[in-house]
T-cell receptor
Framework: QKEVEQNSGPLSVPEGAIASLNCTYS??????FFWYRQYSGKSPELIMS????GDKEDGRFTAQLNKASQYVSLLIRDSQPSDSATYLC???????FGAGTRLTVKP | DAGITQSPRHKVTETGTPVTLRCHQTENHRYMYWYRQDPGHGLRLIHY???????DKGEVSDGYSVSRSKTEDFLLTLESATSSQTSVYFCATQGASNQPQHFGDGTRLSIL
């Protein structure tokens, strides 16, 4: 069984802090990794795609991939209350989703 | 986004009735997916399609069937709805196998 694990949270950070979200996966052959954000009552929306080891930055978001350790993380810098949502990690060509981590950013 | 329309957006029906949900896309994406999302379970794959008339089962396919007669349409059918199928259903499309999926707005289905 190919597994994707995320801490369910909730993760609470103060406004302006860095939020760190982690995802581990079991399938060593996975080559594609995605982070989605889902607001309550809405559909998942893509934030980041990452395919190579290392960091990928897009605005306040940084995805970090370490294939040897089988984890992918998402850092949100200068967190805002509008970042409060559930963040879903998806792994591999068959897009296996983790259960998501609920993030709350407190003003 | 990928131009994905799900219909209906909300539906309430009774146990034992048939229900069909529709997903329509305008991006000519090859792959289409149906998920259900329930509290505590995240997104669970019901069925997927990798082309016209080519479909396969996901992890929670029991009680569901799908059809894809055109690239742009992917239908999910509950032949005889049960209360356990009350959920939010999302359709997603994908252009190529290593590309991200894009989601429709979802259908909230309640079965009484």
């Amino acid at each position: 069984q190919k597994e994707v694990e995320q801490n369910s949270g909730p993760l609470s950070v103060p406004e302006g802090a860095i939020a760190s979200l982690n995802c581990t996966y079991s399938d060593r052959g996975s080559q594609s990794f995605f982070w989605y954000r889902q607001y309550s009552g809405k559909s998942p929306e893509l934030i980041m795609s990452i395919y190579s080891n290392g960091d990928k930055e897009d605005g306040r978001f940084t995805a970090q991939l370490n294939k040897a350790s089988q984890y992918v993380s998402l850092l949100i810098r200068d967190s805002q209350p509008s970042d409060s949502a559930t963040y879903l990690c998806a792994v591999g060509e068959d897009m296996r989703f983790g259960a998501g981590t609920r993030l709350t950013v407190k003003p | 986004d990928a131009g994905i329309t799900q219909s209906p957006r909300h539906k309430v029906t009774e146990t034992g009735t048939p229900v069909t949900l529709r997903c329509h896309q305008t991006e000519n994406h090859r792959y289409m997916y149906w998920y259900r999302q329930d509290p505590g379970h995240g997104l669970r794959l019901i069925h997927y399609s990798y082309g016209v008339k080519d479909t396969d089962k996901g992890e929670v396919s029991d009680g569901y069937s799908v059809s894809r007669s055109k690239t742009e349409d992917f239908l999910l059918t509950l032949e005889s709805a049960t209360s356990s199928q009350t959920s939010v259903y999302f359709c997603a499309t994908q252009g190529a196998s290593n590309q991200p999926q894009h989601f429709g707005d979802g259908t909230r289905l309640s079965i009484l």
